[in-house]
């Protein structure tokens, strides 16, 4: 069978009013870039008809490939298995409500025609949803931007276009707990942004209440930073810190006949010094702790780009 030369991957969770209208959509953006590709639909464990109006459709077109789910695993979970099965030089994800229109694919085939590896679709503008949401979202991204150690762009989703030397890097990343636009960030290459109005989504609601984003924004943090970890360091030094400041001050005040700290200064005093040493001891066990989650994730040591056999070209 041929290979296409782009795949797009869109995850799927209970969308069975969405699919027919987000497959005729990219459909027909496909033909008009005229390249080859395939549609990989992967059914998150639905509920509603999506598997059966996935199955249709696989049947109809056989650029669409279907990927059916034996129960819910979540959505970067779906679009994971996407890029596993994607054969593509260059790989889409994007949401199946059509909230990341089709009608922005041309543009990021075009950066990637352009020679960029990595081109993610930067929202400008989103229509359709709560202020709520809005704000989590806001307050998410910058904290991840704060206390990540990789350079995750604002306002960016998991709407983008890779290459396929990318895809292969992630998909050798097999990390439980996955945060994709981190990864994609963390491999490097060249990467480009490309704006896009985020359109309300066209049937549905949110699939993403607020349990799951929470649980979406502590992968987030906890896979690319060990921030939380030495929390317990930092507040032990500050803990033990006020301490060892505050006993030369209680002493010369009790030898100058103040009552004012009589008895339970010293107590207080040992407290706190020894609650500030335990922070800190906790906080080393979380700096051992964070290395073995960091050889745990078995993440490549380093992504080359270039090797010395390759041919150099000029570009
Ligand atoms: N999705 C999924 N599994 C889930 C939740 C969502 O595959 O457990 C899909 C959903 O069908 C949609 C995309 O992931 O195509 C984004 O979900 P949603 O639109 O609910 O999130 P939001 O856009 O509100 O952040
Ligand atoms: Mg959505």
Redesign the pocket.
Known sequence: MEVPSISIV????N?ETTIPEFYRRVREVMQSIGDSWELILVD?GSQDGSSERIRELARQDHHVRRVIFAR?F??QI?VTAGLDYARGQAVIIM???L?DPPETIPDLVQKWREGYEVVYAVREKREGESWFKLFTASIFYRLIYRITDVTIPMDVGDFRLMDRTVVDVINHMREKHRFLRGMAAWVGFRQVGVTYQRAA?FAGE???PLKKMLKFASDAVTSFSYFPLQMATYLGFISAGISILAIPVVVVLRLAGSQAFYGQATTLLAVLFLGGVQLISLGILGEYIGRLYDEAKGRPLYIVREEPEDVINET
């Open positions: 869109a995850p799927i969770y969308e998150d819910n979540g959505h779906a949401d199946s409500d909230q989504r949110t699939k993403y």
